[in-house]
Nanobody, 119 residues
Framework: QVQLVESGGGLVQPGGSLRLSCAAS????????MYWYRQAPGKERELVAT???????????NYADSVEGRFTISRDNANNTVYLQMNSLKPEDTAVYYC?????????WGQGTQVTVSS
């Protein structure tokens, strides 16, 4: 049974940092790309960051324009965990952040973790 459990959200001031974690289980984690999405109140869920399975030269990453240069996605295959390091946070980063993977045409989601950026 695939499970994704996010943690690490909270309240942070503008300019601050947070690191989100997503613990995965129930599948061979290293084989699959992992994604972070977010959904702000009244808005559609949007893709924030992607990391592919590792290759000999490392996993490939991709970011939404709105977070490029501020957020970093990484993975620890030994511990079946994907991270999202978020720096220079802005009020518009406020959202529920979700971990995701796609397997056999089925999307799997975690329960989400709230990130609030406010002074």
């Amino acid at each position: 049974q695939v499970q994704l459990v996010e943690s690490g959200g909270g309240l942070v001031q503008p300019g601050g940092s947070l690191r989100l974690s997503c613990a995965a289980s129930g599948f061979t984690f290293s084989y699959f790309a992992m994604y972070w999405y977010r959904q702000a109140p009244g808005k559609e869920r949007e893709l924030v960051a992607t990391i592919t399975p590792d290759t000999p030269s490392g996993g490939f990453t991709n970011y939404a324009d709105s977070v490029e240069g501020r957020f970093t996605i990484s993975r620890d295959n030994a511990n079946n965990t994907v991270y999202l390091q978020m720096n220079s946070l802005k009020p518009e980063d406020t959202a529920v952040y979700y971990c995701n993977t796609l397997m056999d045409l089925t999307n799997y989601w975690g329960q989400g973790t709230q990130v609030t950026v406010s002074s």
